[in-house]
């Protein structure tokens, strides 16, 4: 029972949390992920971890997760903001 009082209490939570957002700024991939290796490193973690160490295994697997994900999102970023090269247009000659 506690543990569902707990699930939702942080779902309503965090939908509390993002209604206040700021702004509407465009999120780039950097941060969208370091979201999402968050939360795949903290279930990753969570799964490994044993006993008392089940605790500290979800946080450096959030804690590496993020890192990973806000890498591989950066480099993404970088990517598209190469210049591109003008099209070639040939105007059917």
């Given at each position: 029972?506690?543990?569902?009082?707990?699930?939702?209490?942080?779902?309503?939570?965090?939908?509390?949390?993002?209604?206040?957002?700021t702004a509407?700024?465009?999120?780039?991939?950097?941060?969208?992920?370091?979201?999402?290796?968050?939360?795949?490193?903290?279930?990753?973690?969570?799964?490994?971890?044993?006993?008392?160490?089940?605790?500290?295994?979800?946080?450096?697997?959030?804690?590496?997760?993020?890192?990973?994900?806000?890498?591989?999102?950066?480099?993404?970023?970088?990517?598209?903001?190469?210049?591109?090269?003008?099209?070639?247009?040939?105007?059917?000659?």
């Amino acid at each position: 029972m506690k543990s569902i009082t707990y699930s939702l209490g942080t779902i309503a939570l965090v939908a509390v949390l993002t209604a206040c957002g700021t702004a509407p700024m465009p999120m780039n991939n950097a941060q969208t992920g370091a979201m999402a290796g968050a939360v795949l490193g903290g279930v990753a973690g969570n799964q490994f971890g044993q006993g008392e160490g089940k605790t500290a295994a979800t946080i450096v697997g959030t804690m590496v997760g993020s890192a990973v994900g806000s890498q591989v999102g950066a480099q993404q970023d970088r990517y598209y903001q190469q210049p591109q090269p003008a099209p070639y247009y040939n105007r059917g000659y």
